[in-house]
């Protein structure tokens, strides 16, 4: 078996998606994607796609 295994979950909107990592053995997140801190970004009011950087120069 494995020792990794890979969880999806849905996220607070439609279509957004939580792709967690997991260790078998201790039930840590060793990887999640995406990661928190963009998670609480998506969440706040006002927050449109492409607002987390300027691609413009």
Known sequence: MARYR???EQGSHMGVFIYKVL???TGEV???LPR???AR???QKGYAA???ISTTV
Do not use: A, C, W
Request: no cysteine; hydrophobic share 40%; charged share 30%.
């Open 50 to 52: 492409g607002t987390v």
């Open 36 to 38: 928190e801190e963009v």
């Open 30 to 32: 060793v990887q999640q």
């Open 6 to 8: 890979l969880v999806i």
């Open 41 to 43: 970004m998506g969440n």
């Open 23 to 25: 260790d078998r053995e």
